[in-house]
């Protein structure tokens, strides 16, 4: 245990490097994306065809594809004809990043402005205020505080999406975590660390962003100020990679440049011969998701329940245990698991792992599901003197999991757009074998831009059918 403390001090340089790189990766990224966010959010809301349509095209089609097949794009793709242009790897990780959490985030902005009261806006037109001012003085000081929180669980996901900048070349938390694996040869150790690193990154972040939303609120008079938060008294308020193998790292030789950027910008030839291979990668991702979904389902309503409980000894290690899952990398987990349980196949690892991470964010929505249920349902059952198993299964249950059924919808389309993650443990799903055809061929850009298209065309669909749900159901 000391050479392992002695090797992380020896490390701390590179150690501090990663977290910068990491960091860059976080705030360039949320910064682009809040810019997207706002234009395509407002634009959606416009009156004309010509703003409207657009902006709904660029969200629907970055939130209905995944981040890596995006990044990897970015990487492989737009070096080659018709486009040369190459991009720095911090670069290509920054718009990357930017742009998909950007189209989730534009939601966000769209659905909070959608949200202000009706006679807000009436009142800022019959005091004849322009569209800017309106926007500036009325609608956004309001729906600002609305859009806090759920920036900040995109701000979460955007630092665990960051660890995909190891595989573009770049040094940060996540190549940090495997040098000090192959100095120390402890894989438990060295990602103990690095997860840690991530949940401190994220929890501080997440402080930072929790201020801001005090501050808002305390604008608008609907709750205390920041000096009153920070006091110590109370405030009372009203409200590799396979087994073995090392993280793979881009390398590309000069001969392999000439033939890349000699090749014609799209081949017919290339993308009929890759279809194939990309439908059987398409089952893997299907068969990964169900069973993930699976898994996250039963386990997620498991710890809601638990949860509830009163016994804090019991609530209290749950929900660290929680937000720490929720706030370290997807793709961490998949890679330490892997190299943990080598005697396990690749796919029931990832399989696995999803459900597990997934199941900490469905344990809120079967949670709030369950809150939802109305308090004279809970008496009633308590009159007739039902079993607490015959209150939970007959009268709690089916009402909670019918309103969570939207919830659960867009998770299960989330999770299909991150099997791509599974790259890392050498399982071979839609974009593992879209990689293979490439390095095989030299041909990338048919190759990640039809799993693009294959994500869209499977996510776009069913996020129709979610949200006709979510209607019905409302």
Not at 48 to 66: I, L
Not at 171 to 179: G, K, M, P, R, S
Not at 293 to 308: C, E, F, P
Not at 435 to 445: E, K, L, N, V
Request: a neutral charge; glycine letters at 8%.
């Amino acid at each position: 245990m000391s050479d392992n403390l002695q090797q992380l001090v020896d490390l701390l340089p590179q150690l501090g490097e990663g977290i910068l790189v990491t960091l860059q990766l976080t705030l360039g990224g949320a910064v682009l994306g809040l810019l997207v966010a706002f234009t395509l959010g407002l634009g959606s809301r416009a009156r004309t065809r010509w703003a409207r349509v657009p902006s709904r095209v660029v969200v629907e089609f970055f939130r209905g594809t995944s981040l890596v097949v995006q990044i990897f794009w970015l990487y492989y793709v737009l070096p080659l004809p018709p486009f040369y242009v190459e991009l720095d790897p911090l670069a290509c990780g920054i718009l990357a990043l930017g742009l998909n959490y950007g189209a989730y985030a534009a939601e966000v902005v769209r659905g909070s402005v959608n949200s202000v009261a009706k006679g807000q806006w009436e009142a800022a037109i019959a005091l004849d205020l322009g569209q800017v001012h309106r926007l500036r003085r009325v609608i956004m000081p309001q729906a600002w505080p609305l859009m806090i929180p759920m920036f900040t669980n995109l701000l979460i996901q955007l630092i665990k999406g960051s660890a995909l900048a190891a595989y573009i070349s770049l040094h940060d938390l996540n190549f940090f975590t495997e040098e000090l694996r192959e100095r120390t040869g402890e894989t438990v150790f060295s990602y103990a660390v690095g997860l840690v690193c991530y949940f401190v990154v994220a929890y501080l972040l997440t402080l930072a962003m929790n201020a801001v939303e005090v501050r808002a609120k305390n604008r608008l008079g609907a709750g205390p100020s920041l000096r009153e938060v920070l006091r110590l008294a109370p405030v009372q308020t009203t409200a590799d990679v396979g087994a073995g193998a090392s993280t793979p790292v881009a390398v590309t030789t000069s001969k392999e440049v000439t033939e890349m950027t000699e090749t014609p910008a799209w081949s017919w030839e290339h993308a009929a011969a890759v279809l194939p291979e990309l439908f059987e990668g398409l089952q893997i991702t299907i068969l990964a998701t169900v069973v993930g979904m699976v898994i996250a389902s039963v386990l997620g309503l498991v710890v809601a329940m638990v949860r509830r409980s009163s016994l804090r000894a019991v609530t209290i290690p749950v929900g660290l245990l929680v937000e720490f899952i929720r706030s370290t990398p997807l793709l961490v987990q998949l890679v330490f698991a892997n190299l943990l349980f080598t005697q396990f196949p690749s796919l029931a690892i990832g399989c696995v792992v999803l459900g597990i991470h997934y199941a900490t964010y469905m344990s809120e929505v079967f949670r709030a599901g369950i809150d939802a249920v109305p308090r004279g349902q809970w008496e009633a059952a308590v009159a007739l003197d039902l079993p607490r198993s015959r209150t939970w299964g007959a009268v709690v249950l089916p009402q909670a999991i019918r309103k969570t059924l939207p919830g659960l919808g867009n998770y299960a389309i989330s999770m299909f757009k991150e099997t791509p993650f599974l790259f890392a443990i050498a399982v071979v799903e839609m974009y593992t074998a879209a990689q293979q055809y490439g390095a095989g061929t030299f041909r990338y850009m048919e190759a990640i831009t039809l799993t693009g298209l294959l994500f869209l065309l499977v996510s776009y669909p069913t996020s129709l059918l979610v949200r006709r749900m979510e209607n019905r159901l409302a």
